[in-house]
T-cell receptor, first 114, second 112 residues
Framework: SQTIHQWPATLVQPVGSPLSLECTVEGTSNPNLYWYRQAAGRGLQLLFYSVGIGQISSEVPQNLSASRPQDRQFILSSKKLLLSDSGFYLC?????????????FGPGTRLTVT | GENVEQHPSTLSVQEGDSAVIKCTYSDSASNYFPWYKQELGKRPQLIIDIRSNVGEKKDQRIAVTLNKTAKHFSLHITETQPEDSAVYFCAACYSSYGKLTFGQGTILTVHP
């Protein structure tokens, strides 16, 4: 069966510091991968998606970037964090090339920028 | 892009009552509509979904209906239980890459 991991689970970082969040998926090949952010008490906003290694699409202009160095690894980064980057970051995956769009989320990283 | 509106933002019911959450979407090309349940501090969990070629789908106490003409879909929970208390999100998929646009969520509270 498929499993999705995220780390770290929680992170407290000062403004201006760099960021690296990692997501890995097990049990599937060539998944579509997604990064979402959820602000406190709000809905989920799609930040990036990837349909293959090295293929990244950005949904909103922001202070963040994403990379996919391996088939089942998705990384979210920032060179300098802003206070507004605080939130719950969720990675998700779905089977590519399939009629199914069922999307499953990882456990998330709670980021607090101080 | 797609825009999804979800109502109500909060819903309070007594145990055993039914709960209905409604969503509307803007892009007529959207073809997949999932519902997620999120408990406090946890990840969203997919509870039911419906595709654009289906009008209704049921899974035990939950059901989803879709009206493509009016561009709205609804989640129905019958015989609610306290463990149904959570935030529920609807979403619409508007691309072949599986990109989802989410509603703003409904906080459901089921009182024993």
């Amino acid at each position: 069966s498929q499993t999705i991991h995220q780390w770290p689970a929680t992170l407290v970082q000062p403004v201006g510091s760099p960021l690296s969040l990692e997501c890995t998926v097990e049990g599937t090949s060539n998944p579509n991968l997604y990064w979402y952010r959820q602000a406190a008490g709000r809905g989920l906003q799609l930040l990036f998606y990837s349909v293959g290694i090295g293929q990244i699409s950005s949904e909103v202009p922001q202070n963040l970037s994403a990379s996919r160095p391996q088939d089942r690894q998705f990384i979210l980064s920032s060179k300098k964090l802003l206070l507004s980057d605080s939130g719950f970051y969720l990675c998700a995956w779905t089977i590519s090339g399939s009629a199914s769009y069922e999307q499953y989320f990882g456990p998330g990283t709670r980021l607090t920028v101080t | 892009g797609e825009n999804v509106e979800q109502h109500p933002s909060t819903l309070s019911v007594q145990e055993g009552d039914s709960a209905v959450i409604k969503c509307t979407y803007s892009d007529s090309a959207s073809n997949y509509f999932p519902w997620y349940k999120q408990e406090l501090g946890k990840r969203p969990q997919l509870i039911i979904d419906i595709r654009s070629n289906v009008g209704e789908k049921k899974d035990q106490r939950i059901a989803v209906t879709l009206n493509k003409t009016a561009k709205h879909f609804s989640l129905h929970i019958t015989e609610t239980q306290p463990e149904d208390s959570a935030v529920y999100f609807c979403a619409a998929c508007y691309s072949s890459y599986g990109k989802l646009t989410f509603g703003q969520g409904t906080i459901l509270t089921v009182h024993p």
